[in-house]
């Protein structure tokens, strides 16, 4: 039996391999309760085999994704404080 990795890491994140899916889409869905069988619904692209391998390799790492995943948020949440503050300087009526 071979080892099949599902997931690699480019532009500074994670992704199901072969894809422009990100695991953060599997890994929010998983945290939210959903199976498997139902993330494959809104990724029908992907194999459940996939969403399995990417459910696992999330699990196996977890501690380390948990924090990709935390300062994904943080740095979204910058940019995103940042394009209000230039909007509001651009638009001081808003």
Do not use: C
């Not at 990795?5 to 959903?34: H, M, P």
């Not at 619904?41 to 924090?67: K, W």
């Amino acid at each position: 039996m071979t080892d099949k990795s599902y997931i690699e890491q480019r532009d500074g994140g994670y992704w199901i391999k072969g894809t422009r899916i990100s695991l953060d889409s599997i890994v929010y869905a998983f945290r939210r309760g959903a199976a498997p069988e139902t993330i494959r619904r809104s990724f029908p692209l992907l194999s459940l085999e996939e969403i399995y391998g990417a459910i696992t390799f999330y699990l196996a790492h977890e501690p380390e994704i948990d924090d990709y995943l935390k300062q994904a948020e943080v740095e979204f949440e910058s940019q995103a404080n940042a394009r209000r503050e230039k909007a509001r300087t651009a638009n001081p009526e808003l």
